[in-house]
């Protein structure tokens, strides 16, 4: 009998002892999948945020991905500019149950001058027309919005826990949403 509790099975973006920089970019992809389960893992230390192209989706990236049921996953120690832990792009579909997201970090992005010049992040970030469904997940000490969600995705959340989540610099209360839409 399967006990991930006792016995995880850990999918690391570390590649070697110490050094952050180096550790794997993306843990998990699923571009273009149709009907596919992720069950029972934990997703760690991926670092997706010093890359000058795709720096977005640290432990999970969901690019026009169709009924993905994501279930009982940890990511945790993730970092990206955009999704440090899920990242949704093009009209993906998704849903989330019984997942914890803590300690990923949204980097910003800089440029130059040393100056931020993008403020949206979102270590759940949900662009495109993607729909993403999160239930009974706990979202807990992440730098960044806790969640990201773009004007024409759609994003419901029930019976979850956002907590301590925060963005330095910011008012906002952890979430944030584009052109009127609402988490």
Same mark, same amino acid.
């Given at each position: 009998?399967?006990?991930?509790?006792?016995?995880?099975?850990?999918?690391?973006?570390?590649?070697?002892?110490?050094?952050?920089?180096?550790?794997?970019?993306?843990?998990?992809?699923?571009?273009?999948?149709?009907?596919?389960?992720?069950?029972?893992? $934990?997703?760690?230390? %991926? /670092?997706?945020?010093?890359?000058?192209?795709?720096?977005? +989706? !640290?432990?999970? =990236? @969901?690019?026009?991905?169709?009924?993905?049921?994501?279930?009982?996953?940890?990511?945790?120690?993730?970092?990206?500019?955009?999704?440090?832990?899920?990242?949704?792009?093009?009209?993906?579909?998704?849903?989330?149950?019984?997942?914890?997201?803590?300690?990923?970090?949204?980097?910003?992005?800089?440029? $130059?001058?040393?100056? %931020? /010049?993008?403020?949206?992040?979102?270590?759940?970030?949900? +662009? !495109?027309?993607? =729909? @993403?469904?999160?239930?009974?997940?706990?979202?807990?000490?992440?730098?960044?919005?806790?969640?990201?969600?773009?004007?024409?995705?759609?994003?419901?959340?029930?019976?979850?826990?956002?907590?301590?989540?925060?963005?330095?610099?910011?008012?906002?209360?952890?979430?944030?949403?584009?052109?009127?839409?609402?988490?």
């Amino acid at each position: 009998r399967r006990n991930p509790v006792s016995y995880p099975t850990i999918i690391s973006g570390k590649v070697t002892e110490g050094d952050y920089a180096s550790n794997v970019a993306h843990l998990v992809t699923f571009d273009g999948v149709t009907n596919s389960t992720l069950d029972g893992f $934990e997703l760690r230390w %991926a /670092n997706a945020s010093n890359l000058t192209d795709n720096a977005n +989706g !640290g432990g999970i =990236q @969901l690019i026009d991905a169709q009924n993905i049921n994501i279930k009982n996953v940890l990511i945790a120690g993730c970092a990206a500019q955009e999704g440090a832990a899920v990242h949704a792009t093009g009209s993906s579909s998704a849903n989330f149950e019984n997942c914890i997201f803590h300690n990923n970090q949204v980097c910003r992005n800089y440029d $130059e001058t040393g100056f %931020a /010049n993008t403020l949206t992040g979102g270590v759940l970030y949900v +662009g !495109g027309t993607s =729909q @993403l469904t999160f239930n009974h997940c706990d979202i807990l000490r992440n730098v960044g919005y806790a969640l990201h969600v773009e004007a024409s995705a759609n994003v419901t959340v029930s019976n979850n826990v956002f907590s301590s989540s925060c963005w330095l610099s910011s008012s906002t209360l952890g979430m944030n949403s584009s052109q009127g839409s609402s988490p």
